[in-house]
């Protein structure tokens, strides 16, 4: 028998609330935060390949960053797994047996903390990185998938903001760390035949 940390003494009110408020809302409201919270990280794969494609057109350095944005939002994804696996905290529709828009997760497949809302902050935060402009456009796409992961009953809010902060947190940690090594790697990268991922012709 797994033993699993039960989240409902941190914010169970806060999560009823937005799921009785789901459920009170319109079908097309709740048919489309649903295909958000299932298919809205696509867009965000969408956004890092507009970001590299502008890089390319700003210079070699921002080019390799852009290229890094999308394996360092894999490594916080993989931070925020580790994380899962610590706690181990079950999923609020588990824990307090409720009506929920998305199908309850079989047991084991842990809730803290949301791995949406960690790659959807990541991207965001790695654009900030390339383009103020996409990374603002990410961010407010970001809260909305966090939002959207309560609002379908997947997680608590705790949960989200965690996954926020393991995101937020993550990249900019690592992008840092590779600003020097980017600077010293681009130039070299851009005399090779990888120069059309660097810089636009």
Same mark, same amino acid.
């Given at each position: 028998?797994?033993?699993?940390?039960? $989240?409902?003494?941190?914010?169970?009110? #806060?999560?009823?609330?937005?799921?009785?408020?789901?459920?009170?809302?319109?079908?097309?409201?709740?048919?489309?935060?649903?295909?958000?919270?299932?298919? $809205?990280?696509? %867009?965000?794969?969408? *956004?890092?390949?507009?970001?590299?494609?502008?890089?390319?057109?700003?210079?070699?350095?921002?080019?390799?960053?852009?290229?890094?944005? =999308?394996?360092?939002?894999?490594?916080?994804? $993989?931070?925020?797994?580790? *994380?899962?696996?610590?706690?181990?905290?079950?999923?609020? !529709?588990?824990?307090?047996?409720?009506?929920?828009?998305?199908? !309850?997760?079989?047991? $084991?497949?842990?809730?803290?903390?949301?791995?949406?809302?960690?790659?959807?902050? #990541?991207?965001?935060?790695?654009?900030?990185?390339?383009?103020?402009?996409?990374?603002?456009?990410?961010?407010?796409?970001? !809260?909305?998938?966090?939002?959207?992961?309560?609002?379908?009953?997947?997680?608590? =809010?705790?949960?989200?903001?965690?996954?926020?902060?393991?995101?937020?947190?993550?990249?900019?940690?690592?992008?840092?760390?590779?600003?020097?090594?980017?600077?010293? *790697?681009?130039?070299? *990268?851009?005399?090779?035949? %990888?120069?059309?991922?660097?810089?636009?012709?």
């Amino acid at each position: 028998m797994i033993l699993a940390f039960d $989240g409902s003494s941190v914010d169970r009110s #806060a999560y009823t609330d937005v799921v009785n408020l789901a459920h009170r809302s319109p079908t097309w409201l709740n048919d489309t935060v649903s295909a958000w919270s299932t298919y $809205g990280l696509a %867009l965000f794969a969408v *956004l890092l390949f507009a970001g590299w494609w502008r890089a390319r057109r700003v210079g070699a350095v921002a080019s390799v960053t852009a290229l890094a944005a =999308p394996f360092v939002v894999v490594l916080a994804y $993989g931070v925020d797994a580790v *994380l899962k696996l610590l706690v181990r905290e079950d999923r609020p !529709c588990q824990s307090l047996r409720v009506a929920t828009l998305e199908a !309850c997760p079989a047991p $084991g497949d842990w809730s803290f903390p949301s791995n949406h809302a960690a790659i959807a902050a #990541a991207a965001a935060v790695a654009l900030l990185f390339v383009s103020r402009r996409l990374g603002a456009v990410a961010a407010v796409a970001a !809260c909305a998938m966090a939002l959207s992961r309560v609002w379908v009953g997947a997680h608590y =809010p705790h949960d989200v903001v965690a996954g926020v902060v393991v995101g937020a947190v993550t990249v900019p940690l690592v992008l840092l760390a590779l600003r020097r090594p980017a600077q010293a *790697l681009a130039p070299r *990268l851009a005399a090779t035949r %990888l120069r059309p991922l660097l810089v636009a012709s």
